[in-house]
């Protein structure tokens, strides 16, 4: 066993609730209403690639374990679907939780356990900065050179070219402007750029 997964007692009374505090205050959430029954986690249609479930990430929460939330995979791979949000029956809104913990490892440039979870979130942005929506071509080429594999999938990329699955240029949206200004607003936006 190493040293991260070893047993170590957990005294309720030694709990820095400090994170509960600011997660209550910042995104209107507490966490202290979950009930613990898992419908969060059963219903997440990521859940199955997060390395820690919705429920999982609930109980960080209350744990105030700041650094985990941090460079948890889970914190780049949400959806934002709402669908643990959904099936909460207490309404517990995790995607709010985790838009606020990215947002702060962003500013704290805390890293992912594989850095290539958040690469794969950065060119998704910038390619909706860029184009207003995702152009899969650019951030598929963008992604496979800067993981230092150019050529991964190019055998299933042309053949999904000439079926005409992938196009060249990606369709813009006409309000490509306001798309840009919203990007303004946000921390991790401009992390990307």
Known sequence: MDADTT?????????????????????SVD????????????GC???????YTPRKIVQ????????????MDALWICLSCQACVDRCPSGIDIPAILDYMREKA??????????????????????IRG?????????????????GQPFKDARLGMRMLFKGKFRFYGNGVKQRAEVRRLFEKSVIAKDVS
């Open 7 to 27: 047993y170590r007692p957990l005294f309720l009374n030694h709990i820095d609730d400090s994170l509960r505090t600011e997660i209550k205050r910042n995104c």
């Open 31 to 42: 966490v202290e209403l979950c009930m613990e029954c898992g419908k969060c986690s059963g």
């Open 45 to 51: 249609p990521n859940g199955h690639v997060f390395d």
């Open 60 to 71: 960080l929460v209350k744990l105030g374990d700041r650094q985990t939330l941090m460079t």
């Open 106 to 127: 962003c500013r704290t440039g805390a890293k992912t356990s594989r850095p290539l979870v958040r690469l794969f979130h950065e060119l998704v942005l910038s390619s």
């Open 131 to 147: 184009h207003g929506r995702v152009s899969e071509l650019d951030v598929a080429l963008k992604y496979n050179w800067k993981a």
